[in-house]
């Protein structure tokens, strides 16, 4: 069955490749949406069609010493082993192209590096494995991961189709929104191991590094979404925290702005929602898929010698361990992070309630909103 | 037949560059802060502390925009904040912006701060007198602690740069590091 | 021609004479089969990766699997595959090259081997541990490699002892091709694999004990408390990137200068003419080697360096490709109004200068800074190092294999399957890795076990050309086997342009060779 799948996929990839190659297939590098990005474009056109010429002419030769100087056609081999004049011209064109090549280089790495008369700035810090961006003029903190739909395809032998989800392993559940035409200052550092945030239409990507912080900046031209993914190997879930741009105008951003630190502040006074345990559970098991699950997996086993497992575990069923659990997501330990400035009181109320009641935990733990905030404070 | 003591000597010779550039290895850690404080390389490094004296030429004209920034690092259960998100400052002034640090925790915890700049060519031009940075700072159980830092902008700062970035990051101190 | 040999050939039997041999052709023997053992272990952990990334999803493997397997299979291949067989070769051959009876350390010699597979099986039994093997990447960069498990002290002693190895299999070969050449042997005479070894085992002990320092401070950050690479204790994490680039761009080169060592063997040999410039080429190899200790950043321009450091390195990166040019242009100039033949190892050398100019290209490209932001970490700079890695120095190695194995084993290899073997490696490494060129540029991230669905072809085409390319290798093994066993016997000069001293020993080559030193003739001497 499977095998027949794959047939097909080969003869329809062999027999649409003609067609498909302008549409589908990115063979190139984006030109992106800011100025910078399509001059890195440009020059890195330009230095392929400089390497496409050598390439020739070298290639070429070779080829032509390959039919013609041949013993089969009974050619008597020359004697020569060395010309001065030849080796001194093939140092020199070499060089030539070089400084051709180092010229726009130069002048474009001296336009990346000015990060003069930026207008907004914003913060990306890398988490093993999602993004926390900081709009550090507006006092707003948000946090990005991977999109559920990706999230549940993406398990091991999940049996979920990737084909069904366009943006697969490209989305996540909270954007970011930036101005067009506003030069943004990105700057980026680490919570953890080194990160790189890199997307694409901006045209660079930049390490985020534990106690350290890059800049960078763009100006994006176009109203669109783009998207990009970490680019420095951080650990096991490299590859599922991508990065999702959304660039509007000056005053839709604004008005984004003012709206998510309204939700930002209403996070923050949920000690007094009070919720049935269905919905603890409910609530629970999305907040486990968005954050916990990474590590901890689907049936709370976790990965042998890496992430404990939950599933019988004494922090997630040992009533004497209920505020140890309650202070482990909010504060986080060696590898844990802490969640307490991530999620809100019910969120951790939820996720612990079902933590302690999922994968035959059951404690029949009840944990609400209000249990939460006050150990915050003990 | 080569003489074995010239084989000998050969080798010892080549064992000894080998050495050599062992030590050269750990030689890099010193030689590369040299390197840093010198081209302004990763921003933290070239921050050192100095002595306050009041440059006598003030560019009257000249602002810098100066933003504050904090992170907390990994499992350290700590919060922390600007009071003041950015600060317009003259080049050549002292200035003293607050950070707020608190620790959210129910135990006593140490941590380490280590101060960042950027853009990093501006790291070589920012001057601070007072730092909380590089030491243990131990903030008792829900201990809320303000931290002072005191600094100048070089009259030097090359033009272009107009706002700078001076980004904490709080790490849980090292045990047995104190 | 067996004047110049001994008549009393008798070589020790059994185990012992694997085990304590002190002979450089057993050793060399030892080391080449050990690197085809290892260059089929990291195959198979490159069939798991290109398994998994045969479809989008994830069908086989977890991540933390395959970071481990990404890691292992670079290591192994490094240290275990393309390394040890370059220093193979170099024990068989430079003291038949040279005129000289063994090599100067022998007993160093075995040890230098015999450290090799304690060092591997070190590494490879962290593939059975709690917590799984070193999952961080080759590179090891903290702080990611401390979160490594139970398997941390080992990946890091594995180093240093596939570090010592090489460290002493190097002091050897210069100990060797400075004491011990025949009288007329000078220098600028020597076979061009020497002098490529000769520079090589340079760079390996000017940078390999610097890699060992710098796993030596990994070690006492995670277990001793010291904060060489750690920001809390005011340490600095891209300074471990700095001291192991120091260290990995000469490794590169460590890599790649054997390689062409072998190219300006094998041409001059199937194109019936002298090698095109011997002296440029000796100095473009040595400002190789020299340029290798300044560019070291390249590799790591998206870390934030001032723009001063990024333009110096991106102007020494550029000017490496001009050593290079010249390389590439007196391979061309030697073949230029030669009489060609192309038996396998010229089929392989052929390949090796056009397919490892390619990577060359795709290196130029990601020497320039401002357009390396995109390409840096992407399955561009993956396409880059496996053509020059895979296509480049593998290619050369098996051309070397070709070219040597009938005086080796004193017969003929099958020439027919010789050269199937050559087409098969040939396309189906360029279906393997030239769509990793588009892969790079559309925007895949390297490292990463699963991708959105428009990454799909190419790395469906990627996998069935990997897939391709590892079953040919075990036609390889085959007619290595069937050489070894017998076939037409192989004349005491195997190739008719076939330069240099190896070629006037009996084929195959005696367990003792030149125990007095050769008297040397013009024709001798002839590269």
Sequence with gaps: MKLKALFNKLVSLFVLFP??????????????????????????????????????????????????????????????????????????????????????????????????????????????????????????TLFSNLDEKSQEIRQLKSGLNPQDHENYLLDVDQPIVLPINTKVRILTTSNDVNHAWWVPDLGWKRDAIPGFTNDN????????????????????????????????????????????????????????????????????????????????????????????????????IDPANRLGHIHRIIYGKNLMPAFGEQLSDVEIAAVTTYERNAWGNNTGDEVQAKEVSEARNK | MAAKTDIKKTSLVLAAITVLMFGFGYALVPLYNVFCEITGLNGNKAISVVSETESSEIAQDRWVDVQFDSNVNGDLPWRMKAKQINMKVQPGKFYEATFTVENMKNNDVVGQAIPSVSPSQASLYFKKSECFCFVNQLLKAKETKDMVVRFEVDKDLPEAVEVITLSYTFFRAKAGNS | MSTLA????????????????????????????????????????????????????????DPQFYNSMVTVHALVMIFGAVMPAGVGLAN????????????????????????????????????????????????????????????????????????????????????????????????????????????????????????????????????????????????????????????????????????????????????????????????????????????????????????????????????????????????????????????????????????????????????????????????????????????????????????????????????????????????????????????????????IPDYNIQFADFNMISSIGGFAYGLSQLLFVYIVIKCALGGKKAKDRVWEGAKGLEWYVPSPAPHHTFETPPKLTKEMLEH
């Design chain 1, 217 to 316: 900046w763009a100006i994006i031209e176009k109203e669109g979404t783009y998207r990009g993914q970490c680019a420095e190997l951080c650990g096991k879930d490299h590859g599922f925290m991508p990065i999702v741009v959304k660039a509007v105008p000056m005053d839709e951003y604004k008005i984004w702005v003012a709206e998510m630190k309204a939700a930002q502040d209403a996070k923050k006074n949920t000690a007094n929602i009070v919720l049935t345990k269905e919905e603890l559970m409910t609530q629970g098991e999305a907040v486990y898929k968005k954050v916990c699950l990474a590590c901890h997996q689907a049936n709370g086993q976790g990965v042998q010698g890496v992430f404990p497992a939950l599933a019988g575990s004494a922090v997630a």
């Design chain 1, 19 to 140: 067609l498909a190659a302008q549409a589908e297939w990115g063979l190139n590098l984006r030109q992106g949406a800011t100025e910078i990005s399509q001059k890195v474009y440009d020059l890195h056109m330009f230095t392929l069609w400089i390497m496409v010429a050598i390439g020739i002419v070298v290639f070429g030769l070779i080829f032509w010493s390959i039919f013609y100087h041949r013993k089969s056609r009974g050619v008597k081999p020359a004697k020569f082993s060395h010309s001065t004049t030849v080796e001194i011209i093939w140092t020199a064109i070499p060089i030539i192209i070089i400084i051709a090549l180092a010229v726009p280089a130069t002048k474009l790495l001296i336009a990346m590096h000015d990060t003069s008369g930026s207008q907004v700035t914003l913060k990306a810090t890398g988490h093993q494995w999602k993004w926390q961006y900081d709009y550090l003029d507006e006092g707003l």
């Design chain 3, 92 to 447: 068989w051959m430079i003291p038949l090259m040279i005129g000289a009876p063994d090599m100067a350390l022998p007993r160093m010699n075995n040890m230098s081997f015999w450290i090799l597979p304690f060092g591997f099986a070190l590494l490879l039994s962290t593939l059975f541990m709690d917590g799984g093997a070193p999952a961080g990447g080759w590179t090891m960069y903290p702080p990611l490699v401390l979160q490594t498990g139970d398997a941390f002290p080992f990946l890091i002693f594995a180093v240093h002892f596939l570090g010592i190895s090489s460290i002493m299999g190097a002091i050897n070969i210069i100990a060797t091709v400075f004491n011990m050449r025949a009288p007329g042997m000078t220098l600028m005479k020597m076979p061009l694999f020497v002098w490529t070894w000769v520079i090589t085992s340079f760079l390996l002990i000017a940078s390999l004990p610097v890699l060992a320092g710098a796993v030596t401070m990994l070690l006492t950050d995670k277990y001793f408390g010291t904060s060489f690479f750690d920001a809390a204790g005011g340490g600095d994490p891209v300074m471990f990137q700095h001291i192991f680039w120091f260290f990995g761009h000469p490794e590169v080169y460590i890599l790649a200068l054997p390689a062409f060592g072998i190219i300006s063997q094998v041409i001059p040999a199937f194109a019936r003419k002298p090698l095109f410039g011997y002296a440029s080429m000796v100095y473009a190899t040595a400002s190789i080697a020299l340029l290798s200790f300044v560019v070291w950043a390249h590799h790591m321009f998206t870390v934030g360096m001032p723009l001063k450091g990024e333009l110096f390195f991106m102007y020494a990166t550029m000017l490496i490709a001009v050593p290079t040019g010249v390389k590439v242009f007196n391979w061309m100039a030697t073949m230029w109004r030669g009489a060609m033949t192309f038996e396998t190892p010229m089929l392989f050398a052929i390949a090796f200068v056009i397919l490892f100019t390619i990577g060359g290209f795709s290196g130029v490209m990601l020497g320039m800074t401002p357009v390396d932001f995109q390409y840096h970490d992407t399955y561009f700079v993956v396409a880059h190092f496996h053509y020059v890695l895979l296509t480049g120095a593998v290619f050369a190695l098996m051309s070397a294999v070709y070219y040597w194995l009938p005086k080796w084993t004193g017969y003929m290899y099958d020439e027919k399957l010789g050269k199937i073997h050559f087409w098969l490696s040939a396309i189906s490494s360029n279906v393997l890795f030239f769509p990793q060129h588009f892969l790079g540029l559309a925007g895949m991230p390297r490292r």
């Design chain 3, 6 to 61: 001994h008549e009393h050939d008798h070589a020790p039997s059994g185990l012992k004479r694997w085990l304590c041999s002190t002979n450089h052709k057993d050793i060399g023997t030892l080391y080449l089969i050990f690197a085809l053992t290892m260059f089929f272990v990291g195959g198979a952990m490159a069939m798991v990766i290109r398994a998994e990334l045969f479809e989008p999803g994830l069908q086989y493997v």
